[in-house]
């Protein structure tokens, strides 16, 4: 939001400079910035110039490590907050401005790299997504004519899902008065667990009791994990045989109609 120079001198705002470090001391405590533009902040912040001979790059780095310790300042009964007397204590280990420039440097030439694999990577997941879309409505390029959206291309079946899913399997949840159900070898999974269509590292592992007596299924690899609760709509192929918990719905394909991997 952008406001007038006359709110700026009636309510004792201080216009910072280009290069002014801009530090949050209270709701999200520790994040620094560099003011691109003169700027003025609010009362959520303690901002800083730095002297003569001190690398505003350099100081922007050094408090970027050093946020833990900007945290630890905090302090506040119904919201924590640092003071600028608290910021003040702050220990700052300072090399000669030759070498705060070196450093400087290096950690923003790694910064450019990795806001340019980031971007990098968004471009690529939206083509993905696009490609997707269309091989899944439209086919094969070059395989079928020209067809609209609501047209499935030649030789292609309209189905439920149903059609296509010789099993399904529910979850649950072992009962944890039991400990003879927990800590076996079977990984033991519940949505938060599957990401980017993957199962992470199993945080959990059940016995062969825990299965037997409980709600969850042991899905096979290869078989289709579908989160119907919690993050609703994320799924996965098991990579091993793995229990569920009631967070995801386990289907197993029919072979012949169509692949897991479809």
């Known amino acids: ?32 910035a560099i003011a691109g533009i003169p700027i003025t902040t609010n009362q959520g912040f303690q901002n800083l110039i730095p002297r003569d001979g001190i690398s505003y790059l350099w100081l922007y780095y050094y408090l ?35 070498e705060q420039r070196a450093i400087s440097a ?24 696009a490609l997707r879309r269309n091989l899944l409505t439209h086919g094969m390029p070059g395989w079928h004519g020209d067809i609209t959206d ?18 399904y399997y529910n979850g649950g949840t072992p009962s944890t008065t039991h400990p003879e159900y927990w800590g076996g070898t079977i990984p033991w999974i519940t949505g938060a667990d599957i990401n980017d269509h993957k199962v992470g590292q199993p945080r959990k592992f059940v016995s062969s009791a825990g299965v037997s007596n409980s709600a969850t299924h042991v899905i096979p690899r290869g078989g289709l994990l579908i ?22 719905t386990g289907a197993l394909p029919k072979e012949r109609t169509v692949t897991c991997k479809y």
């Open 1 to 32: 939001d952008g406001i007038t120079e006359e709110a700026v001198r009636t309510s004792g705002l201080r216009i910072l400079p280009v290069n002014a470090l801009l530090v949050t001391s209270r709701a999200t405590i520790g994040e620094v």
């Open 64 to 98: 970027e490590h050093e946020k833990p310790q900007l945290q630890r300042l905090a302090s506040g009964s119904t919201f924590r907050e640092f003071s600028r007397q608290n910021m003040k204590t702050l220990e700052v280990l300072v090399p000669p401005p030759a």
């Open 106 to 129: 290096i950690l923003d030439a790694v910064d450019e790299v990795i806001e340019r694999t980031e971007g990098l990577i968004s471009a690529t997941q939206e083509f993905q997504e």
């Open 150 to 167: 609501r047209v499935a291309p030649e030789g292609w079946k309209r189905l439920s899902l149903d059609d296509v899913v010789t099993e």
């Open 227 to 248: 989160v119907t609760r919690t993050s609703v709509g994320k799924v996965a192929i098991a990579p091993y045989d793995i229990a569920i918990s009631q967070d995801i």
